[in-house]
């Protein structure tokens, strides 16, 4: 945990310099240094969780698999490759569109990408066919919506779903998005609650059989009691309780916000998940896939809710997002210690930082 809060502090002395500076050439040297942090910590693991599966895919050629990763797997091993250098393309490609999708909306790259890594390290390495296909689907609704330019946008989702299908649920972001903005918050709670009635029907009748690839995520290995998802759940409440705190209060002196754009997008798809956060309660693989890969945007969506506050003002709400960035860090790593046997998430990261050489070295 230490090391954690060591990344923390530094992430926020260097991230509110980038924000206070808004130098080019120091803004594209911590770029430099946090992309570079993000392959070090990553393109050299050698195990996770799902890395004996994707292995087999890749051995056998599995056609069964998502299209991408079947045809990729096929042009590795035709061409001598192993699927460690499969794995690694992977790693390289997430990283570059993850930092293209970043710098469309700020240009605090350092900041949201180390957060978004301590938080969601375990899921956005192992899950390779997902959080590939995930950025490019944001960047579909970038395009579609902000550019209006179909003409790059269903390619975009085309690919996203060749990358993983399951993705195509976030498509339901295309209509929501129509909803005006000041109403906004309060229909994603109602469509919250008919998805968690959907969902609790389905599980109770037994009918995830029937939804193909989306039947796995009604199995029981991903299944949980109420007071389980809950606690599960914690991370995505505790940002969207501060979200919305923060939100009313400084939208309540800034009205002008509701006519800009650019907010118009950031704050209706980071508050889009909150669509499936209760039924996360029952099937804690729907946080996983759909609520907390968005951490992104929460990040995006409150640098710029803060942009034209005093240098003063901005620094004290980072510094606050800071206090709710090691909470939430506190809710993988240190609370599930004093509620299970075994915390699982810590369990996983040793490994996969024990597979490293270089990591192994620096932290073991």
């Known amino acids: 945990m230490e090391y954690i809060l060591i990344i923390f502090i530094l992430q926020f002395i260097f991230g509110q310099l980038i924000q206070n500076l808004n130098s080019k050439p120091f803004t594209l040297f911590f770029d430099v240094i946090a992309f570079g942090l993000v392959l070090l910590f990553s393109i050299g693991i050698t195990y996770t969780a799902d890395w004996q599966m994707y292995y087999w895919f890749y051995k056998i050629e599995y056609d069964e698999t998502d299209y991408a990763f079947y045809w990729l797997s096929i042009y590795f091993a035709d061409h001598g490759y192993s699927y460690e250098a499969l794995f690694q393309f992977h790693i390289i490609v997430i990283s570059v569109l993850n930092y293209i999708l970043i710098k469309k909306f700020s240009f605090n790259y350092f900041y949201i990408i180390i957060t978004y890594y301590v938080v969601n390290y375990v899921h956005a390495v192992?899950?390779?066919?997902?959080?590939?296909?995930?950025?490019?689907i944001l960047l579909g609704f970038h395009y579609l919506i902000q550019k209006n330019n179909w003409l790059v946008a269903i390619p975009l989702f085309i690919l996203s779903y060749l990358c993983h299908s399951a993705l195509m649920v976030l498509l339901i972001f295309i209509p929501i998005y129509r909803?005006?903005?000041k109403h906004y918050i309060k229909f994603v709670f109602f469509g919250a609650l008919a998805t968690t009635i959907v969902i609790y029907t389905v599980?109770?009748?037994?009918?995830?059989?029937a939804l193909d690839h989306f039947g796995a995520y009604f199995g029981k290995e991903f299944n949980s009691s109420f007071m389980g998802g809950l606690?599960?759940?914690?991370?995505?409440?505790i940002y969207y309780t501060f979200l919305i705190i923060e939100s009313n209060k400084l939208l309540k002196n800034n009205p002008h916000y509701y006519e800009d754009k650019n907010f118009q997008f950031l704050h209706k798809i980071s508050f889009f998940?909150?669509?499936?956060?209760?039924?996360?309660?029952?099937?804690?693989i729907l946080g996983h896939r759909y609520v907390l890969p968005f951490v992104i945007f929460w990040n995006i969506y409150y640098l710029?809710?803060?942009k034209?506050?005093?240098t003063n003002r901005r620094s004290l709400k980072l510094a606050l997002f800071g206090i709710v960035h090691i909470i939430v860090v506190c809710c993988f790593y240190i609370?599930?210690?004093?509620?299970?046997k075994e915390n699982h998430y810590v369990l996983e990261l040793v490994d996969m930082l024990k597979s490293d050489k270089i990591l192994k070295e620096i932290f073991f």
């Open 203 to 209: 599980l109770k009748l037994k009918l995830g059989d």
């Open 304 to 306: 710029y809710l803060i």
């Open 126 to 136: 192992n899950q390779i066919r997902y959080f590939m296909g995930f950025p490019l």
């Open 308 to 310: 034209d506050l005093s």
């Open 179 to 181: 909803i005006p903005t």
């Open 231 to 237: 606690f599960n759940a914690l991370p995505y409440l």
């Open 273 to 284: 998940p909150l669509v499936f956060v209760f039924a996360s309660f029952f099937v804690q």
């Open 335 to 340: 609370f599930p210690d004093f509620v299970l």
